[in-house]
């Protein structure tokens, strides 16, 4: 079973940016690799979608046009880069894959079998 390393979380000023990494320990036999997010107290929630077999993304409206979601040429990474960042966005980020199988419902958690183990990221007003 593939695993997934998240890298690059870290504490930052509101305004500021950061990139978060996903490393896949092989070629992920999936339809799409997603980025989701947990704040104290609340429930994991999307945050963005990479489609691998189309190359499409998807964001989360709280983000969308502050975040961008991108693969790397050997396309066993995936990459958050987070702008603009708002205290709001202060959370544990995971990346995902999916099985492979069936429809890819790339906003549902149940969708996702393969999970990292999160990286902390803290935005400070």
């Known amino acids: 079973q593939v695993q997934l390393v998240e890298s690059g979380g870290g504490s930052v000023q509101a305004g500021s940016s950061l990139r978060l990494s996903c490393a896949a320990s092989?070629?992920?036999?999936?339809?799409?690799l997603g980025w989701f997010r947990q704040a104290p107290g609340k429930e994991r929630e999307f945050v963005a979608a990479?489609?691998?077999?189309?190359?499409?993304?998807y964001y989360a409206n709280s983000v969308n046009g502050r975040f961008t979601i991108f693969r790397d040429s050997d396309q066993n990474t995936v990459y958050l880069q987070m702008n603009s960042l708002k205290p709001e966005d202060t959370a544990v980020y995971y990346c995902?894959?999916?099985?492979?199988?069936?429809?890819?419902?790339?906003?549902?958690?149940?969708?996702?079998?393969?999970w990292g183990q999160g990286t902390q990221v803290t935005v400070s007003s």
């Open positions: 995902a894959a999916d099985s492979g199988m069936g429809t890819y419902d790339y906003s549902n958690a149940a969708t996702y079998v393969t």
């Open positions: 092989r070629r992920i036999g999936s339809w799409g």
């Open positions: 990479f489609q691998l077999t189309n190359g499409r993304t």
